[in-house]
């Protein structure tokens, strides 16, 4: 269930975080023998995760679609993690290189205190990963 009028879902744990995921993507066909005769490949992503009141804590971009000056993969601090006195702002873009959901999952239940839907979770993200590490097109 989201948040109310929010793209945002509500995860479990004690610091009441809430996480919203689009990722762009286009089914195209590819002459790859061992992938078939079509793949998926992501043209974008964007995973926010913030707070209760909807403050933003840490956010996971890449958007190459030419609207923006930055257009490899980087991450913007929220502002619930500054402070009046911090050299970075929510504008500045830290370069990230290419970040898989899988990996935003895993920091949200290690670091962040995120609880997991299944008690399997370690494997599902490893073998997930393992595919898209293999599959990939540029890292």
């Given at each position: 269930m989201n948040a109310p009028g929010t793209g945002f879902a509500p995860l479990r744990g004690e610091n009441r975080l809430h996480l919203a995921v689009a990722i762009q993507y286009e089914v195209v066909r590819t002459d790859d023998p061992d992938r078939g005769p079509w793949k998926v490949s992501i043209r974008k992503y964007m995973y926010h995760l913030v707070t209760d009141d909807m403050t933003e804590v840490i956010?996971?971009?890449?958007?190459?679609?030419?609207?923006?000056a930055q257009q490899s993969p980087h991450l913007h601090v929220g502002t619930s993690q500054l402070t009046p006195a911090s050299v970075v702002s929510r504008r500045t873009h830290v370069p990230t290189g290419r970040v898989a959901l899988e990996a935003v999952l895993e920091l949200l239940i290690r670091?962040?205190?995120?609880?997991p839907l299944r008690t399997d979770w370690e494997a599902a993200l490893s073998e997930s990963k393992q595919r898209f590490d293999q599959w990939r097109t540029w890292s």
């Open positions: 956010l996971f971009h890449w958007h190459p679609d030419g609207k923006s670091d962040f205190g995120v609880v």
